[in-house]
């Protein structure tokens, strides 16, 4: 998870809704949107998002892949409603079973008029780089790169990128203290809150510089690939733009002295097709189920890799089993709609309960045969209830799995789940099933969790320089984790000979 968190200033880019209205779903090439903003806001939004991805694909170069699925984006009422703290400003989740954001439209109970704006910016800068440059990145570099193209000002003509930051801007005038290199690459030790506030100051702040002072232009990309060339962060600096790291520190000094930082008026093209239309009872219901659902898997695949406390085990339960109660209830009402039905299967599914998410899954099928997820979620269930030693079952649960990736042979998850059929089972995983793997990593580069399956597997065939190029953008997250831990003990434990990467392809 990539969020932003309050820190005492708001910011207002946009007007929006004050009071509650029916919920709008608004689709276009890249993004679908849930939200009670009025038609004319929502298309505005949704158009303004559109012209942003255009940039972000400008500037870097990086061709529009039409293959890949629209973001789906949930602008909440209630944070509570999908999980979020009260304190959050919004987050963008890279799940292989979807990825998805989140923005409220209130925080502490004040409205975050504008706010949305701002951090789906932030928050789809992080999975625009995910999706295209899915490489080894710094934490400074993934996290200024967001900071720097979030305060974007799509216009009539074009867009203005650079512009200040505030929260950035009063975090550098106040807070000037930790070295640079040492905010960069702090090594084993962790950075305190404050620490953390500045670098993330300071990468946006280093951003700015190479990518708008005319000394720097284009060091930027020869610093990017020495890094994911397996180059150290001071050897990259010092290659790329030719003094130390200390000694930018003094560069950036000097740039921000002025308090008047440049900005670049840029091409934004023009967005395309936006359609508008009422969401259904059961979408509404989806927009309450979806995030939680996401974020309980995402809790079980690490009490699954970690060694959680009672405490942590006994609020998983709970929550999956309140998600279950909670998405029956919603599918009552909504008995004629599959893919609400779906997602009850799969909560029932999160919560153990396989006897309910079997009968879910298998009525969908008779009304629907060929559902994919109806599929997975059926030999998922079938599987996970089979008695230790029981083949058939296991061999049964699979069919189910190979039938979902027949119907959706660009889903991911089938093929995680063939793969897991065998490693959760402690089964030799067949070439197959790797195989399978390996397109899931390609379909979803974003998700951790199958990235590091991967690399395990890459490990045991002791493919040491793959396991390398996947593991790099894991261990230096820029927040720590279990899964940056695990990615991180997992390079440690490589053969030295092995330390270098290649340099690392868009996709891989």
Known sequence: MIARVVCGLMLVLCPWAAEAAPMLVASSSHFRIFSNQSDAQLRSFAGQLERYDALLHHITGIQ??????????????????????????????????????VVPRKVYGISTAGVPQIVLFHEYAHHFMLQNFPALYSPWFVEGFAEFYSTTQITDTGANIGQPEPLRINDLMLNWTTSLPYLLAPGDKALTVAQTSELYARAWLLVHYLTLSSRRGGQISAYL???????????????????????????????FAPHQLPYAAVDAPASGVVSVRP??????????????????????????????????????????????????????????????????????????????????????????????????ALGMAIIAGAKPGDMSAVLDGRKEIVAANRAAPDDPMPLIAYYRSFAD???????????????????????????????????????YRAAVTLLRPVAFAPHPGPRRDEAQKLLASLPDEHEQAPPAVAGS
């Not at 529009?64 to 209630?78: E, R």
């Not at 399978?436 to 395990?456: H, I, S, Y």
Request: overall charge negative; aromatic content about 4%; proline content about 5%.
């Open 225 to 255: 690939k020495a890094r994911s060339g397996g180059m150290g962060e001071e050897a990259a600096f010092q290659a790329a733009f030719h003094v130390s790291i200390q000694d930018m520190d003094k560069e950036l000094r000097t740039y």
């Open 64 to 101: 529009d892949d039409t293959s890949v699925p629209p973001l789906t984006i949930y602008v909440v009422t209630d944070p509570s409603d999908v999980g979020m703290g009260s304190n959050i400003l919004g987050y963008y989740a890279s799940f292989a079973a979807g990825p998805f954001a």
């Open 425 to 463: 089972h402690g089964l030799q995983p067949t070439a197959l099933a790797v195989q399978g793997l390996e397109r899931a990593q390609q379909l979803a580069p974003q998700d951790e969790q199958v990235r590091l399956m991967l690399a395990r597997e890459e490990i045991a065939l002791k493919r």
């Open 279 to 376: 969401a259904s009872a059961g979408e509404v219901a989806l927009t309450k189920l979806v995030p939680r659902l996401r974020w309980l898997q995402n809790d079980e695949d690490w009490l699954a890799t970690s060694k959680p406390g009672i405490a942590d085990k006994i609020s998983v339960e709970h929550h999956a089993d309140q998600l279950a109660a909670d998405a029956r209830v919603a599918g009552r009402k909504q008995p004629d709609d599959m893919a609400l039905q779906t997602i009850v299967a799969e909560c029932e599914l999160a919560a153990g309960q396989m006897d309910a998410a079997r009968e879910t899954a298998s009525a969908i099928l008779k009304v629907q045969p060929g559902d994919a997820r109806a599929h997975l």
